[in-house]
């Protein structure tokens, strides 16, 4: 049994950081504030650790959802907007809540501005109005009329001289207002659709807007006329003004030279770079890990964000990843997953083990190196992908099926990149489930809701940047309901699938149907061969784990302790033991021999969809649908050695209050045994000592602290239960009384006799006698502070 596993704890978890909404890079570019569920989290940039959350609601709170933030120019408060229609602001750097007040909107707060002096905020709402905030002064300075509808923009004027403040809502017109008298100033009118993003010139003179009508405009701020209006093809939702002098690939912009240069991004999930002043495109992206918007008009990337700082351009997808490009080369230095949404399988990658890939509910894979957490997209599906699997034999060489009928072959490079090498596309549905050959890389199965099992041969590629096509070596119809698992035994010569009609069945490698599992009362979810025995394990949505045999295809073993589907199996420790998760959120660890479950956690707050285990099963990773991977470690050694310490420290003790009451070193003895926490040894010494006499005793205890004191107490409880040890009993509490009267002595059982240090009248007699019938005192002397004072109980 020593090789068994007892215990998996949870050594990491990587969590959603942002869900959606606004987003800010710091000046200095080494943290990010994300808009994550009802909070702000400020990410390390280059560790990816929350450094901080701002506005998150206690636990007995009523939460109060942030719809926008803004941080200063000074990068040293932020503003936020509530549901509830206040406006706080805060510490940034240690989240403290500086400032509180009402909008006084009659809708919600949609977009915040500072001005350049970090004195003023201008808050734009979904009534159309927009109110000027003087911050040192907490009062509303002017509430600016005109536009109509919500805010999708407003910002003020970077020369603070101007007094200036901009916005655009939904009827799609730009508005600048004063903001010192609150008068409407000049009025844009050029966009056609919602505007997206208003930009301002270093010199002040001209103004830059961006729009959903797929036109970039370059404004003459003083007469409201639009110099330029440059068509882009594509519905634009963020752009950002380059600095003076820059470069990006093939282009050098000097100070001398003249233009605007405008990066922006939108639909189609590329950056270009555009010199307004000439209506000419600098630069158009051809690395993009972003996917174009699937429909007319949808949404791709959602903000362009630059840092100066670090001359870098963050690209923010509306999958919630944060892709950071140098602006020089335009390469991808850094790729941040703020939200993965359901994970759906994961496997360990790479000789070592040191990487792992995800599949979210998304067309992309998420490619991790585990010891940092730094990410890489990797692109191929074109839908979402279901399922994973790696070759034992070639542990850089993995497969995935998705959504788009499609299998694909990848293969990890020495770079540490994954390159796709063959795509299988014979399945006419979804392909939810893969298995690799247990004892070489020369083929797969996949299995689909078009019921369909297949077997793949791999074949070598000739060329590595070459994608090739794989050819399906048999194929079966396999069950008459959508196929949810397969799995191929450790030796290659069977195949095992389980179906949603509540069956599993095991098929030769030839695909002739061997068997069929029945016993189940729902769909079957998970499928898994023993490595050593002649069983198949399978789980299903009934919550129930069942053992077949496969010679004669009973059922030898049930195992039930979920509350929902239990959605993956696996077997550990040479299989002797079982890994569940399961729709309920829990992972169990069962010992087959003892049909017992040794282990439960509960790490999710949803359906924990995947679970991977390393080849050494010394480390566990599991996903599921809260967005959360959660990275376990085997500790059992660690439990075990730690329970062999304890022992032998317990016998050391043992020997040693042995010697001590050999030699009569009583009090050194009591010392010892109240700290083992041993009511028998305590009583046998107590009794020993009193053998010289109470004054004995009495001298004996005023040598001990109070915590023993205390635990002496509660000994003497439980010794007063018994006719034969109650005598020394009410000895340890006579003389202990003084110090419980005058509450030094804090006993829990005796709290409500204890009240504080307080005279010695008649009351305390009333206490003491209420406390003496809670311990089932028959007769006890009170001695302490009058000496003739005695209470009697018959």
Not at 161 to 184: H, M, N, P, Y
Not at 525 to 543: G, H, K, N
Not at 578 to 596: F, H, N
Not at 643 to 648: D, Q, V
Request: hydrophobic share 40%.
């Amino acid at each position: 049994m020593s090789n068994l596993k007892e215990i998996y704890e949870k050594s990491a978890e990587f969590t959603a950081f942002y869900t959606g909404g606004d987003i800010q890079w710091t000046n200095d570019g080494l943290q990010m504030l994300c808009l994550c569920d009802e909070a702000i989290k400020v990410v390390e940039v280059d560790t990816l650790i929350t450094s901080l959350i701002i506005g998150e609601t206690e636990e007995d709170a009523e939460n109060d959802q942030i719809y926008t933030f803004k941080i200063s120019h000074s990068n040293q408060s932020i503003v936020t907007a509530h549901k509830s229609g206040l406006i706080k602001m805060w510490d940034k750097e240690t989240g403290v809540q500086l400032k509180i007040w009402r909008s006084s909107h009659k809708g919600p707060v949609v977009k915040l501005a500072f001005d350049s002096t970090d004195e003023n905020i201008a808050s734009g709402g979904s009534d159309g109005n927009v109110r000027l905030w003087d911050v040192g002064h907490n009062t509303c300075t002017s509430s600016l009329r005109g536009a109509m509808g919500v805010f999708s923009v407003l910002e003020y004027h970077p020369d603070s001289s101007k007094q200036l403040v901009f916005g655009a809502a939904d009827d799609t017109k730009i508005r600048s207002w004063c903001s010192k008298t609150g008068k409407e100033q000049l009025v844009y009118s050029g966009h056609f659709s919602k505007v997206t993003a208003l930009l301002f010139t270093l010199d002040g003179k001209y103004m830059v807007s961006s729009g959903r009508d797929r036109v970039l405009i370059l404004w003459d701020l003083n007469v409201s006329k639009a110099l330029k209006v440059v068509p882009v093809y594509e519905g634009i939702e963020s752009c950002i003004l380059l600095p003076p002098s820059f470069k990006i690939p093939n282009f050098n912009k000097k100070l001398e030279t003249e233009g605007v240069y405008v990066a922006c991004a939108g639909e189609k999930g590329i950056v270009k770079v555009w010199n307004l002043s000439m209506s000419r495109i600098m630069f158009e992206q051809i690395n993009s890990l972003v996917s174009p918007s699937t429909e007319e008009g949808g949404l791709s990337i959602t903000h362009l964000l630059y840092n100066q700082a670090r001359n870098m351009v963050s690209v923010v997808t509306v999958d919630h990843n944060i892709i950071i490009h140098d602006l020089e080369t335009f390469d991808s230095v850094k790729q941040m997953i703020g939200f993965t949404d359901e994970v759906l399988d994961i496997i360990f990658l790479g000789k070592n083990e040191n990487h792992i890939i995800v599949a979210t509910n998304s067309q992309d894979l998420k490619y991790y190196d585990l010891e940092t957490m730094n990410c890489q997209i990797v692109k191929g599906h074109t839908d979402i992908v279901l399922s994973l699997a790696n070759f034992p034999t070639k542990l850089e060489m993995f497969v995935s099926s998705s959504k788009d009928n499609s299998v694909r072959l990848w293969f990890q490079t020495p770079n540490n990149t994954i390159h796709c090498l063959a795509v299988g596309t014979r399945h006419t549905a979804s392909v939810g489930s893969v298995y690799t050959s247990q004892t070489s890389d020369d083929f797969f199965t996949s299995v689909s809701q078009d019921n369909c099992i297949k077997v793949w041969t791999v074949s070598k590629p000739a060329e590595k940047c070459v994608e090739q096509n794989l050819k399906c070596s048999h194929t079966e119809l396999a069950h008459q309901m959508d196929i949810n698992c397969v799995a191929v035994s450790p030796n290659d010569k069977m195949i095992a699938t389980g179906s949603q009609d509540k069956t599993a069945k095991i098929w030769a490698e030839d695909l002739t149907l061997l068997g069929v599992l029945k016993g189940h009362r729902r769909g079957v979810w998970c499928v898994r061969f023993s490595p050593v025995d002649q069983v198949v394990l399978t789980s299903s949505a009934d919550s129930s784990i069942k053992l077949w045999s496969i010679s004669d295809l009973s059922c030898l073993k049930t195992f039930e302790g979920h509350e929902s589907s239990v959605l993956k199996v696996e077997f550990i420790s040479k299989g002797q033991q079982i890994l569940s998760s399961g729709a309920d959120g829990l992972l169990k660890l069962w010992t087959i021999k003892t049909s017992e479950s040794k282990m439960s956690l509960d790490n999710h707050d949803g359906k924990v969809w995947s679970l991977a285990i390393s080849k050494n099963e010394s480390y566990i990773i599991t996903g599921g649908s809260d967005s959360k991977l959660v990275k376990l470690k085997d500790v059992t050694l660690e439990q075990r050695e730690r329970r062999t310490k304890e022992r032998e420290a317990l016998i050391l003790q043992e020997q040693e209050l042995n010697n001590l009451l050999h030699d009569k070193k009583l009090l050194k003895a009591l010392k010892l045994a109240l700290r083992m926490d041993r009511p028998l040894h305590v009583l046998k010494i107590v009794n020993e000592v009193l053998k010289g006499g109470s004054e004995k005793l009495r001298e004996t205890l005023s040598d001990i602290s109070h915590t023993q004191k205390e635990t002496l107490l509660k000994f003497a409880v439980e010794w007063n239960t018994n006719n034969k040890n109650c005598h020394a009993a009410q000895l340890v509490f006579n003389i202990l009384a003084p110090e419980i009267i005058s509450g030094n002595l804090k006993v829990p059982s005796l709290a409500n006799f204890i009240e504080g240090a307080l005279p010695y009248t008649e009351r305390h007699f009333e206490r003491l006698t209420n406390l003496l019938q809670d311990l089932n005192f028959i007769t006890y002397t009170v001695n302490c502070m009058q000496p003739h004072s005695v209470i009697k109980f018959n």
